[in-house]
């Protein structure tokens, strides 16, 4: 078992045999995975919360492993995490989503492409430049990149977050909050940091109509945004009564399973297509 860190003795100590070995499998398959075009990225509609327009699209990674099947992201991140391998899988994403977003801008769609990143990666110094070279090479504006970071992320190690965040955006990426609600960032906190947009996290959205303590907190984070100036989405839009009231409360953009799933790209282009206007 020689290459196994920390994290993964840690759960095994936890876990059952199984589960700690297809965590070893999971993480011995990755590095390849990602040389094997194994990996792929499905792209879920960000719409405008008024005129239902669609703005852009979150792109959201897939892996089809031979023997394992689908491993979700929910399982293997936090395993690259551990590992270190996300640092290639978010330089594979990037080139990926972007790559994507140069041909949609061809056919005529123009797009805002949003990228997840990890705490890792905002410790990693070559992001910026890497980025910047990226978006250069394909004549994209770094205004049309959103990076999603989640409050949890951000909360991990504050300081660097600070640091990175404040580079991107001076570089003209925009960076969004993600899971805003679930990671204890303070409103003093949130007044210093470096972020365009905020993410309510989907927990408050899934059960708007329902329930009133979520309106409560949805209602007073969508002020509180638009009095730092932040953009607001709001994820896991789930049915049409919860869009309603999003509206009435002054959400900007919205994005979840009632105005569409995250697509492979092809059936995305189809999607679009049936809802041009
Ligand atoms: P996330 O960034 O919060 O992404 C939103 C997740 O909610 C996605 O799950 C999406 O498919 C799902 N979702 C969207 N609308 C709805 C809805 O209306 N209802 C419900 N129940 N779910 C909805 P997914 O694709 O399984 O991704 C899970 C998480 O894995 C992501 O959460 C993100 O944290 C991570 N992830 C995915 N792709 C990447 C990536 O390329 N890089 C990194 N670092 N993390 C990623
Ligand atoms: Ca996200
Ligand atoms: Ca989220
Ligand atoms: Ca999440």
Redesign the pocket.
């Known amino acids: 078992l020689a290459g196994t860190n920390k994290g993964l003795v840690e759960d095994y100590q936890q876990g059952s045999d199984e589960e700690y070995l297809r965590r070893l499998q999971i993480l011995q398959a990755l590095p390849e995975a990602i040389s094997a075009r194994h990996l792929q990225?499905?792209y879920?509609p960000k719409l405008d919360c008024r005129s239902g327009t669609v703005v852009g699209v979150?792109?959201?990674?897939?892996w089809h492993h031979p023997q394992l099947g689908i491993i979700?992201?929910?399982e293997f991140?936090p395993l690259?995490?551990q590992s270190g391998d996300?640092l290639r899988?978010?330089e594979w994403?990037c080139e990926a989503?972007l790559d994507q977003q140069q041909y949609w801008l061809e056919q005529g769609h123009a797009l805002q492409m949003a990228?997840?990143?990890?705490a890792l990666?905002l410790q990693n110094e070559a992001l910026v430049s890497h980025l910047t070279q990226q978006l250069h090479q394909r004549r994209l504006s770094p205004q049309r990149l959103t990076l999603?970071v989640?409050e949890s992320a951000v909360m991990a190690d504050l300081e660097q977050a600070q640091l990175r965040l404040a580079q991107l955006r001076e570089s003209g990426i925009q960076i969004a909050l993600?899971?805003y609600g679930t990671g204890y960032a303070s409103l003093a906190q949130l007044k210093y940091l470096p972020v365009d947009e905020l993410?309510l996290?989907?927990s408050f959205?899934?059960r708007l109509q329902h329930e009133e303590s979520d309106r409560v907190i949805v209602q007073s984070t969508l002020s509180l945004a638009r009095q730092l100036n932040l953009k607001t989405v709001a994820?896991?839009?789930?049915e049409e009564p919860a869009w309603q009231l999003l509206q009435q409360m002054g959400c900007d953009t919205l994005?979840?399973?009632?105005f569409c799933?995250?697509l492979a790209p092809a059936k995305l282009e189809q999607w679009l297509q049936q809802t041009a206007p």
């Not at 979150?58 to 897939?62: D, K, M, P, S």
């Not at 990228?115 to 990890?118: K, P």
């Not at 994820?235 to 789930?238: A, D, F, R, T």
């Open positions: 990225l499905h879920q979150e792109a959201l990674i897939r979700r992201p929910d991140i690259a995490e996300i899988v978010t994403v989503a990228i997840n990143l990890s990666d999603e989640t993600d899971d993410k996290d989907q959205i899934r994820e896991g839009v789930e994005q979840g399973y009632y799933r995250p």
